[in-house]
């Protein structure tokens, strides 16, 4: 069984204008995050970058060796998502933990709401953030 499908999109070759990129290394770096990003979206993982040889026409009867500079992304394929899913359907349930806040009224011996919650930041005086 084949664990990951691949995906190759060539690399982009000219990158747009765009605001407050001055260099052309500059645009072509957003260009390319672009890219990745949507391509990410998708749910693929970036894996590597190659330059790999085509021949094509040239004229009629004459032919040329091109350099190619493609993008590979990778994900795992339907049957190794599905074999993996149990694996994590199957994990214990995380005990509730008490609320930090709730906690911190006067008198408090037990908390009033028991789930877990991230924890929360409060800004001191001085405008600096605390957990």
């Known amino acids: 069984m084949q664990?990951?499908?691949y995906l190759a999109l060539p690399?982009?070759?000219?990158?747009a204008k765009?605001?407050?990129l001055k260099t052309p290394a500059e645009r072509f770096a957003h260009e390319v995050t672009a890219l990745m990003n949507e391509v990410a979206a998708e749910g693929w993982e970036f894996w590597r970058?190659?330059?790999?040889?085509?021949?094509?026409?040239?004229g009629f009867t004459g032919t040329v060796v091109?350099?190619?500079?493609?993008?590979?992304?990778?994900?795992?394929?339907?049957?190794?998502?599905?074999?993996?899913?149990?694996?994590?359907?199957a994990a214990p349930a995380?005990?509730?933990q008490p609320d930090p806040v709730m906690l911190d009224r006067p008198g408090a011996e037990t908390p009033v709401h028991e789930t877990r919650r991230e924890p929360v930041f409060r800004a001191n005086r001085a405008g600096q953030d605390e957990a």
């Open 3 to 5: 664990k990951y499908e």
């Open 11 to 15: 690399a982009p070759r000219r990158s």
């Open 18 to 20: 765009v605001k407050g």
């Open 49 to 58: 970058s190659e330059c790999l040889p085509s021949e094509e026409r040239k």
């Open 66 to 89: 091109v350099q190619n500079n493609l993008l590979i992304f990778r994900r795992l394929s339907a049957d190794a998502l599905a074999d993996e899913l149990p694996q994590y359907s």
């Open 94 to 96: 995380v005990a509730a």
